[in-house]
C-alpha cells in the first residue's frame, strides 16, 4: 500500500484498495487502543461517551500517517450527524462502549436519518470499559449489529462477539448496503415482517411493536368501546385472522389480543368471549339446522356484510393490516375473493366446521337467524 497517495485517489482508482486501506487503518485503530489502555487504564476506565468519542478522534490523528488517510480527513462531528468521526468523505467512525465487563449494548437508529450523504463504510469502535484494562474492538458496522429493539425508536443492539453470519441482516437475507437506502416506512415493515416471521416459524405468539407505527398514547379496554367500534374490529378481526376458525383457536385469540394491543392500544382479557359467547347457531335464514354450528360461524354471519364492504373499498388502515398479516399470495384487486378462499381453507382444516360451505352462506348473504 502506498501510503504516499491519499485516500481519495486510492478510492478513485481502486474501491477495493481503498476499502482494504479503510479496513487496514481501523485494525491500526484497535491496536493503538489497547496498547494505550493497557499502559494507562485509569485513562479509560470512566471516559463519558463524548471523551471516548475524542479519544478515539485523537488515536485515529495518531495513527493516520501510517495510513492513505490525512490530518484534515479525521473529522469528529458526534452529535451533528452518523457516523460520529468521518475519516474521509466516504469513510466513518461510529463509537459505542459499555460501563460493564461486556461486549453488548443499544446501537443507533435503524432509520439513520441523519447519516452523512457520501459516506459508503462505517466501522464500530465498540469500548468495553469495565473490562481490567478497558478493551477495544474494532469491525465493519453491520456485521456487529445482532437484532433490533424499541427504546423510543427501533434500534440496533450491538454485539461485538457476532460471527458474521449471525448479525441481523444476515438473518433478514438483506444487504446491509440495501436496507440502509430504504426509507423508512419500508424499513419499519421489513423488520416487522421479519419478526412476525421469526415467530411463526418458532410457533410463538408475539408481534413486532414500533413506534413507527401511530397508536393511542394511552391503553384502554376493548371491553369498554362502543358497540359500532367493537364491530368495526370484530370485522377486520374476521379479515385478518382466519385462526379463530382453528379447532383449538387459543393461539389465534392470542395474535388476535396482541394486534389489538399493538395496533389500537386495546387490551382484551376475554378476547373468546367476543366470538365464541352465548351458545350454538341453530337457525339460518328461518330454517333450523340439522346440527348446531358453533357460535363462530353466527358471528362471521352477522359481520359478513361490513366485512365486504370493508374489501371492496380498503381504507388505509386494512390495507396496511393486511400486507402485514396475509401471508399468502392474493389478489390485490379482489381482495374479497382472496378472503373467501382463506375463510374456505380455514373452515376445511377444522373437524367441526369442514362440512359447512361457508362461502355459500355467506355470497348468498346467508343470515344467521
Known amino acids: 500500500m502506498n501510503t504516499e497517495e ?6 478513485n482508482r481502486d474501491i477495493d484498495e481503498a476499502n482494504k486501506a479503510f479496513a487496514d487503518f481501523m485494525l491500526k485503530m484497535e491496536h493503538c487502543f489497547n496498547e494505550r489502555s493497557a499502559q494507562n487504564p485509569l485513562l479509560y476506565k470512566n471516559c463519558s461517551s463524548s471523551e471516548l468519542e475524542k479519544i478515539t478522534e485523537q488515536i485515529l490523528i495518531d495513527v493516520c500517517p501510517s495510513t492513505p488517510f490525512r490530518r484534515s480527513d479525521i473529522k469528529l462531528v458526534a452529535g451533528h450527524t452518523f457516523p460520529d468521526i468521518m475519516t474521509s468523505d466516504m469513510y466513518g467512525v461510529e463509537v459505542k462502549s459499555t460501563n460493564k465487563d461486556k461486549w453488548t449494548s443499544t446501537g443507533s437508529s435503524i432509520v439513520e436519518s441523519t447519516r452523512s450523504e457520501f459516506v459508503e463504510r462505517i466501522y464500530m469502535l ?3 470499559l469495565g ?7 474494532c469491525k465493519p458496522y453491520q456485521e456487529c449489529l445482532s437484532s433490533i429493539a424499541v427504546t423510543h425508536s427501533p434500534r440496533y443492539l450491538i454485539d461485538m462477539n457476532l460471527s458474521r453470519q449471525d448479525n441481523i441482516f444476515a438473518k433478514m437475507r438483506m444487504d446491509y448496503d440495501s436496507f440502509r437506502l430504504l426509507d423508512e416506512e419500508t424499513k419499519i415493515t421489513k ?3 421479519y419478526y412476525r416471521q421469526k415467530a411463526q416459524r418458532e410457533h410463538k405468539s408475539a408481534m413486532p411493536w414500533w413506534m413507527g407505527e401511530a397508536t393511542s398514547v394511552n391503553l384502554s379496554f376493548y371491553n369498554d368501546l362502543t358497540p359500532v367500534l367493537k364491530e368495526d374490529l370484530t370485522a377486520r ?3 385478518l385472522f382466519p385462526s379463530v376458525f382453528a379447532k383449538n383457536a387459543s393461539d389465534g385469540y392470542k395474535d388476535v389480543s396482541l394486534w389489538l394491543c399493538n395496533r389500537y392500544s386495546l387490551l382484551c382479557y376475554n378476547m373468546r368471549d367476543a366470538f365464541s359467547a352465548g351458545g350454538k347457531l341453530t337457525t339460518i335464514d328461518g330454517y333450523r ?3 348446531p354450528y358453533p357460535q363462530v360461524v353466527k358471528r362471521l354471519l352477522e359481520h359478513h356484510q361490513r366485512i365486504e364492504r370493508l374489501l371492496q373499498n380498503p381504507d ?3 390495507l396496511l393490516d393486511i400486507k402485514e398479516y396475509w401471508d399468502f399470495p392474493y389478489n ?4 374479497y375473493s382472496s378472503w373467501l378462499n382463506l375463510i374456505k381453507k380455514a373452515f376445511l382444516k377444522n373437524p367441526e366446521l369442514k362440512d359447512i360451505n361457508i362461502v355459500e352462506l355467506l355470497i348468498t348473504h346467508a343470515h344467521p337467524y
Open 6 to 11: 491519499n485516500i481519495i485517489t486510492i478510492h
Open 126 to 128: 465498540f469500548g468495553s
Open 131 to 137: 473490562s481490567n484494562p478497558p478493551a477495544f474492538k
Open 191 to 193: 423488520v416487522r415482517q
Open 237 to 239: 378481526t374476521f379479515i
Open 289 to 291: 339446522l340439522k346440527k
Open 316 to 318: 388505509d388502515d386494512i
Open 332 to 335: 390485490h384487486i379482489s381482495l
